[in-house]
């Protein structure tokens, strides 16, 4: 099978990602083999192969927004944990990998249904190879069921930009009617507007893309701008998905007292030493850590009932450098997805 392999991180305009023949993979104790259709490309991926984040072992195949169909099972695993009774999942299924391969299932967290804080969590594409790959390998509890309802392109985008933007959403605190402010207009937050209208909220995007602010004005936003300038109105909550510290100041400096301000992102820039004025009169600052299975579960049924449209540019697999590029530049609307199968 072919798949794209980092052995060295370097700056992706150096093509860092090579295509290699590899032997299809065998499924282990619990796991699914997967016949890849489609993987969405992250901002998570560009950080790995530049190097800005460390996988425990290189080389290694990124990807982890992948949907494909299931073609082989390996040897049960014993009895799980209740936590991760999951339905029956059979040959010819449609399903999606997310960034959370695994946990432990037995710690704490696990225990109460917040596995993605597990200490022993492993990653999509970054503990175990990835779906820029004809095939890959998954932990059967934890891949999610397609519905018929989403076409692969549809779906891809979903399983990271769409499953950890909901959960960021749900930690800002956001009530219906209330006034967001979105920071950064790539992927994630595409599919966020869509949801915080089915909300009846008003949103205001912040991004220094004219093409990305004129994107957001086509999805919606009541405002778009660059984080320079000011929202029409004060903010009541704010999600922050560009990786750059010091927006955490201006997302203050933007919200209401009492208002909330959420970190998307697995990497970002230091953030700079601020007066203490900035998150004075009760503002609270949270990140996010990547997503629960409970929260992809109810984003795919929101992405349905809500109408969500990921806004896709589709790449043939053995393009993934360009596609990463591209993302690099800020060249495309809404997210990049490789064509596997």
């Given at each position: 099978m072919k798949a794209f392999r980092l052995h060295t991180p370097s700056i992706i305009e150096d093509n860092p990602l090579r295509l290699e023949d590899m032997p299809l993979p065998k499924p282990g104790l619990g796991q699914v083999r997967i016949k890849v259709m489609m993987c969405g490309v992250c901002h998570t991926d560009l950080h790995l192969a530049?190097?800005?984040?460390?996988?425990?072992?290189?080389?290694?195949t990124p990807g982890h927004q992948v949907v494909g169909i299931i073609d082989a099972f390996g040897p049960p695993l014993p009895t799980p944990p209740q936590s991760y009774s999951r339905?029956?999942?059979?040959?010819?299924?449609?399903?999606?990998?997310p960034w959370l391969y695994s946990t432990c299932g037995t710690c704490e967290y696990?225990?109460?249904g917040r596995e993605n804080l597990c200490p022993d969590a492993r990653f999509t594409g970054f503990h175990s190879d990835g779906g820029f790959a004809e095939y890959m390998l998954a932990d059967s509890?934890?891949?999610?069921?397609?519905?018929?309802?989403?076409s692969f392109e549809q779906a891809a985008p979903l399983l990271c930009a769409g499953i950890?933007?909901?959960?960021?959403?749900?930690?800002a605190d956001i009530l219906p009617g209330e006034q967001?402010?979105?920071?950064?207009?790539?992927?994630s937050a595409h599919l966020c507007i869509q949801v915080l209208h089915h909300w009846g909220c008003k949103v205001s995007v912040f991004t220094r893309s004219f093409t990305h602010q004129e994107h957001a004005r086509q999805l919606g936003a009541v405002w778009s701008g660059s984080a320079g300038q000011n929202p029409a109105v004060p903010l009541d909550r704010?999600?922050?998905?560009?990786?750059?510290?010091?927006?955490v100041i201006r997302a203050l400096e933007c919200v209401r007292p009492g208002g909330t301000v959420a970190i998307n992102a697995i990497h970002m820039s230091d953030i700079p030493s601020f007066a203490y004025n900035k998150i004075y009169g009760e503002r609270t600052l949270r990140s996010v850590a990547n997503a629960t299975y409970q929260d992809?579960?109810?984003?795919?049924a929101l992405a349905i009932s809500a109408g969500i449209q990921s806004t896709v540019n589709v790449y043939p697999l053995n393009e993934a450098n360009r596609a990463l590029q591209d993302l690099k530049a800020s060249r495309f609307n809404g997210e990049a997805i490789l064509k596997v199968n």
């Open positions: 530049e190097g800005e984040i460390h996988p425990p072992e290189l080389p290694i339905g029956n999942l059979q040959i010819g299924q449609r399903v999606g990998v696990c225990q109460k509890r934890f891949v999610l069921p397609i519905p018929e309802a989403l950890v933007g909901y959960r960021s959403l749900r930690k967001v402010g979105l920071f950064g207009f790539g992927a704010a999600v922050i998905f560009a990786p750059t510290g010091a927006l992809g579960e109810e984003f795919l």
